[in-house]
C-alpha cells in the first residue's frame, strides 16, 4: 500500500501562491489516482482536485479552477498542488490521497496523508 507524506503548507497573504508536494512511498505510485482535499475549520472536507494515473486527464473544483494546477512526477513518487492568487477562504488543512479510482468522491480514495496546514492571510 502506498503513505502519502504531503509538505508545503504555510502562512501566505492573499494574492500569493504557494507549492504543496505530496511523495507517496510503499507502493506502485503510478497505479494510483491521486486527489488533493482540504478541510476548513468546522466544515467537512472538500473536494480540490485530482488526476489520473498516467496525468492525461485532471479534475478541479470550481472554487479553484483556474487558480489551481495539480500535477504529478511518477518517476519521483510525487503529486503536486501549484495554488496562485490564493484567498483567505482557501485557508484550510490540505490533504492528499491515493486511490484505485479517479474522482471527486473522497470515498474512493484508499489512502491518506495526514495533512498540511494552508492559512491565508487578508
Known amino acids: 500500500q502506498v503513505q502519502p507524506v504531503e509538505s508545503g503548507g504555510g502562512l501566505v497573504q492573499a494574492g500569493g501562491s504557494l507549492r504543496l508536494s505530496c511523495a507517496a512511498s510503499g507502493g506502485t505510485f503510478s497505479s494510483y489516482a491521486m486527489g488533493w482535499f482540504r478541510q476548513a475549520p468546522g466544515k467537512e472536507r472538500e473536494f480540490v482536485a485530482a488526476?489520473?494515473?498516467?496525468?492525461?486527464?485532471?479534475a478541479y473544483a470550481d472554487s479553484v479552477k483556474g487558480r489551481f494546477t495539480i500535477s504529478r512526477d511518477n518517476a519521483k513518487n510525487t503529486v503536486f498542488l501549484q495554488m496562485n492568487s490564493l484567498k483567505p477562504e482557501d485557508t484550510a488543512v490540505y490533504y492528499c490521497?491515493?486511490?484505485?479510482?479517479?474522482?471527486?468522491?473522497?470515498?474512493?480514495?484508499?489512502?491518506w496523508g495526514q495533512g498540511t496546514q494552508v492559512t491565508v492571510s487578508s
Open positions: 490521497a491515493a486511490g484505485g479510482s479517479y474522482s471527486a468522491l473522497a470515498r474512493v480514495y484508499d489512502y
Open positions: 488526476i489520473t494515473r498516467s496525468a492525461a486527464n485532471t
